[in-house]
């Protein structure tokens, strides 16, 4: 084998046990675990019962395939912010510089977390569809729909679990992940899922409809329904995606090692 395949040997194989370690790791805590898995399929059952008659009202011919687009994305980045959290947490603690002295990939830390939170969000997913099926969620395109849903989601969680673990990684303080809290909640209410583009004003339509939450849900009811999307949302969407990994990319190269060796003691 060659050098680099070799790298990339030791990389997936370091992932993989990275991995296992934190899922191993969040069984010792089984009520968040289910809460992680059960809250987002709630949160839809909350909004259906309480409110889908107004929200029908408001947008007639929606079901509860946007809610629940939008939500297992809201469940995404926020858990993402958690995991990133415990990452931060493990580099102050100085765990990320002892794996540092490993004969490891110095990347299959990250990675490693990454691919558990792929996981967490897949299995979340999963209920969260069956839960809207029950309420009358349309699904044109199949089985095969339903697993370019999940394919589309994984590239998301991932993409967002590589962003905020870098952020873990090179930031000099929590505060950087907590910034990034509000701006998820404010774009929890600036896109397509939770209400038609048409009722925003008219100068805000051409800002939501090019932000990552419009992107992500848009593509993810395509995925379910078929039908004519046209190619604007998933080019945003990996427009979005790409530009992430691209400054993850950039910090983690230029700052993560000083940051993990800083951490030794």
Do not use: K
Request: charge should be positive; hydrophobic fraction near 60%.
């Amino acid at each position: 084998m060659t050098g680099s395949a070799l790298e990339a040997a030791g990389l997936a194989r370091g992932s993989l046990l990275q991995a296992r370690r934190v899922l191993r790791g969040a069984r010792r805590t089984p009520a968040l675990v289910a809460q992680s898995l059960l809250f987002p399929a709630l949160l839809l059952v909350l909004f259906q019962l309480v409110l889908s008659r107004s929200l029908a009202a408001f947008a007639p011919g929606r079901d509860a395939g946007e809610l629940a687009a939008l939500i297992v994305l809201v469940a995404t980045v926020f858990g993402a912010l958690v995991s990133g959290g415990a990452l931060f947490d493990e580099r102050e603690a100085g765990l990320l510089a002892r794996f540092a002295t490993m004969p490891a990939h110095p990347g299959s830390v990250l990675l490693g977390r990454v691919l558990a939170e792929v996981v967490r969000v897949l299995f979340s997913a999963v209920i969260l569809l069956l839960v809207g099926l029950l309420f009358g969620m349309t699904v044109h395109a199949g089985p095969l729909g339903v697993l370019a849903f999940l394919a589309v989601l994984a590239g998301v969680a991932a993409t967002v679990g590589v962003a905020v673990s870098t952020l873990a990684v090179t930031g000099a303080t929590r505060s950087m992940l907590n910034l990034l809290a509000p701006v998820f909640l404010m774009l929890m209410f600036f896109n397509s899922g939770f209400a038609p583009l048409e009722s925003f004003p008219a100068v805000l339509r051409p800002v939501v409809a090019y932000l990552p939450f419009t992107a992500g849900v848009d593509t993810l009811l395509w995925c379910l329904r078929g039908g004519a999307l046209g190619f604007r949302s998933p080019l945003v969407l990996v427009g979005w995606c790409a530009a992430a990994l691209a400054v993850s990319g950039w910090l983690w190269s230029t700052r993560a090692a000083g940051r993990i060796s800083g951490e030794r003691r």
